[in-house]
């Protein structure tokens, strides 16, 4: 009991030192963030979830990053690994590095199958947004599908990636360096045409 104790104290610690340090940065709506953090001093964990679920679903990655922690160890919600290993990596996607520790975390405890499913909503989701014209998503969507899925699907990851730097993103180069080493000269031509075909 001594422990549990110990370890939520250190964790709302942890979320409410990270998050204070970040509030400076919020964007999308600083209050609902300050009344998020304030609710998770006051171990009012449930209000916390309300409050970071709307700062999350707006993309805002140090949210998703807390939401995904509170998910976890059962705060203000039941435990929920789905859900944790969902916002964890939507705010790695975001570019939150801390969370990657969470995805880490949750995926060495659940069934590859819960991860193909988290996986999937995910590139379900990101995938409309790539087809609505969001350019940011086709770099999500190569690092979801050679990073997240328990067997990476290199096909995808490199379309997806190719598209992103048909965008202007530099930063994918060394990915896509990657994933050519691990794909056959024939399958990069059939890939690369797909890539084309889906960007025009």
């Keep these: 009991m001594i422990r549990m104790v110990c370890g939520l104290a250190f964790l709302v610690m942890i979320v409410v030192t990270t998050a204070r340090a970040q509030t400076e940065t919020i964007e999308a709506n600083p209050d609902i963030f300050v009344n998020a953090i304030n609710a998770i001093e006051k171990k009012d964990f449930q209000t916390a979830v309300e409050l970071f679920t709307i700062l999350a679903n707006e993309g805002e990655p140090t949210s998703q990053h807390n939401l995904s922690i509170l998910y976890f160890k059962g705060l203000g919600s039941p435990v929920s690994y789905k859900r944790a290993l969902y916002w964890a990596w939507r705010a790695s996607l975001g570019g939150s590095e801390p969370a990657m520790a969470v995805v880490d975390d949750v995926r060495d405890i659940v069934t590859e199958d819960l991860i193909g499913v988290v996986a999937q909503e995910i590139v ?45 993103n ?31």
């Design 170 to 200: 530099e930063s994918v180069s060394d990915m896509i360096s990657e994933l050519e080493d691990l794909i056959a000269i024939e399958d990069k031509i059939t890939y690369q045409e797909e890539a084309t075909e889906t960007f025009y």
């Design 124 to 168: 379900s989701e990101l995938t409309a947004k790539a087809m609505d014209g969001d350019t940011d998503a086709a770099e999500r969507l190569g690092k979801t599908y050679y990073n997240l899925f328990v067997e990476p699907d290199l096909k995808m990851a490199y379309t997806w990636l190719l598209i992103s730097q048909a965008f202007g």
